[in-house]
Antibody, heavy 120, light 113 residues
Framework: QVQLQESGPGLVKPSETLSLTCTVS????????WSWIRQPPGKGLEWIGY???????NYNPSLESRVSISVDRSKNQFSLKLSTVTAADTAVYYC??????????????WGQGTLVTVSS | DIVMTQSPDSLAVSLGERATINCRSS????????????LAWYQQKPGQPPKLLIY???TRESGVPDRFSGSASGTDFTLTINSLQAEDVAVYYC?????????FGQGTKLQIK
């Protein structure tokens, strides 16, 4: 049973860069798509982007100018960087696994999520 | 972007009764090549991540009770929960994975009447 765990600072100052890492255990990071999804307090879910284990990425156009997702296969981890953050980026950030396939697929595993607050 | 619209925003149902949650996509999310609707349903309880219930609009995830079912008609999708249990209190989200950016419905809060 694969497990995902987010880690990173819970508090980020406005205009700085939010950095989170998702560690995958119980399975290999290979052959899957790995996404970041966020949820502002009391609100709905927003897909940020994904990275394929090979390194190819796809970002939500609404965030594309500020987002970077990378993968470290040797550590079975993938990471999110979101630059120039504002209070609107305050949210619970989830990492999730998308099953592989010729066409897109659903998210079958999620991390527990980590709350990131943007505040000075 | 494909907009997913759920209805109602909240719902109160008596224990043992049926709950029905609707989701509409702003455009077709059916792949003609495999005749599958690229639609998933998730359940989210307070303080927890979303949990996959249904994918391909009507395929139940392993381990999900069979009182949960999904159906599709064109761009309209339905999650049905038969014989509502207390543990089903949660927010339910639909999600399209037909194209990026993947998008979610706004959520439907299900409570016990």
């Amino acid at each position: 049973q694969v497990q995902l765990q987010e880690s990173g600072p819970g508090l980020v100052k406005p205009s700085e860069t939010l950095s989170l890492t998702c560690t995958v255990s119980g399975g290999s990071i290979s052959s899957y798509f790995w996404s970041w999804i966020r949820q502002p307090p009391g609100k709905g879910l927003e897909w940020i982007g994904y990275i394929y284990y090979s390194g190819s990425t796809n970002y939500n156009p609404s965030l594309e100018s500020r987002v970077s997702i990378s993968v470290d296969r040797s550590k079975n981890q993938f990471s999110l960087k979101l630059s120039t953050v504002t209070a609107a980026d305050t949210a619970v950030y989830y990492c999730a696994r998308e099953l592989p396939g010729v066409t897109p697929n659903h998210f079958d595993s999620w991390g527990q999520g980590t709350l990131v607050t943007v505040s000075s | 972007d494909i907009v997913m619209t759920q209805s109602p925003d909240s719902l109160a149902v008596s224990l043992g009764e049926r709950a029905t949650i609707n989701c509409r996509s702003s455009q077709n999310i059916l792949y003609n090549s495999n005749n599958k609707n690229y639609l998933a349903w998730y359940q989210q309880k307070p303080g927890q991540p979303p949990k996959l219930l249904i994918y391909w609009a009507s395929t139940r995830e392993s381990g999900v009770p069979d009182r949960f079912s999904g159906s599709a008609s064109g761009t309209d999708f339905t999650l049905t929960i038969n014989s509502l249990q207390a543990e089903d209190v949660a927010v339910y989200y639909c999600q399209q994975y037909y194209s990026t950016p993947y998008t979610f419905g706004q959520g439907t809060k299900l409570q016990i009447k």
